[in-house]
C-alpha cells in the first residue's frame, strides 16, 4: 500500500469532513424531534462534509485497493443503508393506530409528516449510487474490463496510453475479485493477447502474447521462437517510424497475423529461458511474451501463466491519450482491433 501526495491528501479530507460530520451528530444527539421534518434537515456544511466524505474515501480505497474489492464493498454497503432504511420506513408507517398516535403526541409528528421527511444524506448518497456501482460492478466482472497500457513491451501492437477493453468471459465465467471460474467457456489460443495477474505479485496486471499452450515445448535462440522443434519464422518490414532503433517484422503464432519489434545486436539474460535452453508448459498454465522482444519482461524472466490468473482477452483500443508523456490524444488508434 503506497500513500503518494494524492492519498495524504484525500485521506485528510476524508478524516476532516468526518471529524465535522461526526460533531453535528453528536450535538445533535439529545434532539428527540431532529430530523422529522423538512426544517429539521442538517446545515449546509453538514451535507457538503456527508459529500466530501463519501467522494473522498471512495476515490481513496480505489487508489489504494483493487477496484473490483471497491465496488463490490460499494455495492453491499450501500444496498444494505438503502434497503435497511426502505425496511425501517416501512416498520414505521405500518405501526398498529394507538401507537401511531401515541407517537405523535409525544413528537408532534404525524405518520403523514413522517412519510414526507427527507432522507438522510447517506441514505440519499445509496440509493443514487447502488445501482450504478451494481451495473458497473456486474458489466466489469463479468462482461468487459477497461485497462491502459503503461509500457512498450507490446510495441507495436499496443502503444503507452491505449485504453484497451478486455472481453471478461472470453477463456471462462469468473467471481469478481476471488478470480473462481464459475463456468468454463473456452481457452487461450496461440496468438491471443491476454491480461492476467501477475504470477510474482496478483495484484499488478499484465498483459502479453500467448506463445505456448500446456505441453508445448518453447525455444528462443537467435531471436527465434520454436515451439516443438518448428521455427516461427518472421518477415522484415522495415525500420520501426517512431523509434529508428528497432526493426519491424510480421509474425504469425498459429492462426494470428500481427508485427514484433526486434533490437539488432542486443542480447540480455532471460534467467528463465536462457538462450537454446528448452522448456515444457505445464497443465494449465501457458508461456507468454511481449512483442517488443527485447524490451519487455515476460514469460522468458518470471516463467508461466496459471489458467487462474487469466482476466480475459484484450480485443480493442477505444482510446489513445499517453497525458503522462505530454503528447496529445492519438484520435487515429481509437477503434483499432487488437490481433
Wanted: net charge neutral; hydrophobic share 45%; no cysteine.
Amino acid at each position: 500500500m503506497n500513500f503518494d501526495q494524492l492519498s495524504y491528501l484525500l485521506l485528510f479530507a476524508s478524516i476532516a469532513s468526518a471529524v465535522a460530520w461526526g460533531y453535528y451528530a453528536f450535538t445533535q444527539r439529545n434532539n428527540t424531534v431532529a430530523n422529522t421534518t423538512e426544517n429539521n434537515k442538517p446545515p449546509q456544511w453538514v451535507e457538503t462534509s456527508q459529500f466530501i466524505f463519501a467522494l473522498a474515501t471512495i476515490i481513496l480505497l480505489i487508489r489504494l485497493f483493487d477496484l473490483a474489492l471497491v465496488l463490490m464493498t460499494l455495492s453491499v454497503f450501500t444496498g444494505l443503508v438503502w434497503g435497511g432504511y426502505l425496511l425501517l420506513r416501512r416498520l414505521k408507517l405500518s405501526v398498529p393506530a394507538t401507537q401511531a398516535a401515541a407517537t405523535t403526541t409525544q413528537t408532534g409528528a404525524t405518520p403523514d409528516t413522517a412519510s414526507k421527511v427527507k432522507e438522510p444524506i447517506i441514505v440519499e448518497f445509496s440509493r443514487f449510487l447502488f445501482p450504478v456501482v451494481i451495473i458497473v460492478f456486474i458489466v466489469r466482472g463479468f462482461v468487459v474490463e477497461p485497462f491502459k497500457i503503461p509500457s512498450e513491451s507490446m510495441l507495436p501492437t499496443l502503444e503507452i496510453g491505449d485504453f484497451i477493453l478486455v472481453n471478461r468471459f472470453a477463456y471462462g465465467l469468473r467471481l469478481p475479485v476471488f478470480d473462481y471460474k464459475l463456468l468454463d467457456l473456452g481457452s487461450p489460443k496461440r496468438g491471443d493477447v491476454i491480461v492476467f495477474r501477475f504470477p510474482r505479485d496478483p495484484s499488478v496486471d499484465y498483459i502479453k502474447r500467448v506463445v505456448g499452450l500446456p505441453g508445448d515445448r518453447i525455444r528462443y535462440e537467435n531471436k527465434h521462437i520454436f515451439i516443438n522443434d518448428q521455427q516461427v519464422n518472421y518477415t522484415l518490414l522495415g525500420t520501426y517510424i517512431k523509434q529508428p532503433k528497432y526493426e519491424e517484422y510480421a509474425e504469425k503464432l498459429g492462426d494470428v497475423n500481427h508485427h514484433i519489434l526486434l533490437l539488432e545486436n542486443s542480447y540480455s539474460s532471460r534467467p528463465f529461458l536462457a538462450e537454446g535452453h528448452e522448456i515444457t508448459v505445464p497443465p494449465n498454465q501457458y508461456f507468454a511474451m511481449g512483442d517488443n522482444r527485447d524490451n519487455s519482461s515476460d514469460g522468458r524472466v518470471w516463467g508461466f501463466v496459471p489458467d487462474a490468473n487469466l482476466k480475459g482477452r484484450a480485443f480493442l483500443v477505444w482510446f489513445s491519450w499517453a497525458w503522462e508523456a505530454g503528447e496529445s490524444p492519438k484520435w487515429s488508434r481509437i477503434g483499432n482491433t487488437i490481433k
